[in-house]
């Protein structure tokens, strides 16, 4: 059974850093693409950033370029979300997503977390 386990949301002020971690098991991990999607009230699922099986290769949504940066450990079965500079509008659920493909921004990984919050205060 795939598991995707989000980790290190809560509640920061606009200005600070946040790393979100997200746990998976029960998949080849070293073979799988990651991503990361937030979610914010009453807004549609947006893409934050992917990377590839081996870290060579990251996307970003270009709102997001230069304050969040991806990341992954293949052998801890890791994939990290450093976000610095917070601003409010960042407030949302983030959700971590694999697939054994490419997917970059389109959403429909295969498989998803359950998601951290993250709420940014002015």
């Known amino acids: 059974q795939v598991q995707l386990v989000e980790s290190g949301g809560g509640l920061v002020q606009a200005g600070d850093s946040l790393t979100l971690s997200c746990a998976a098991s029960g998949l080849v991990f070293s073979r799988c693409a990651m991503g990361w999607f937030r979610q914010a009230p009453g807004k549609e699922r947006e893409f934050v950033a992917a990377?590839?099986?081996?870290?060579?290769?990251?996307s970003y949504a270009d709102s997001l370029k230069g304050r969040f940066t991806i990341s992954r450990d293949n052998a801890k079965n890791m994939v990290y979300l450093q976000m610095n500079s917070l601003k409010p509008e960042d407030t949302a659920v983030y959700y971590c997503?694999?697939?054994?493909?490419?997917?970059?921004?389109?959403?429909?990984?295969?498989?998803w977390g359950q998601g951290t919050q993250v709420t940014v205060s002015s």
């Open positions: 990377i590839i099986w081996n870290g060579v290769t990251t």
């Open positions: 997503a694999a697939d054994s493909s490419w997917k970059a921004a389109m959403d429909d990984y295969e498989y």
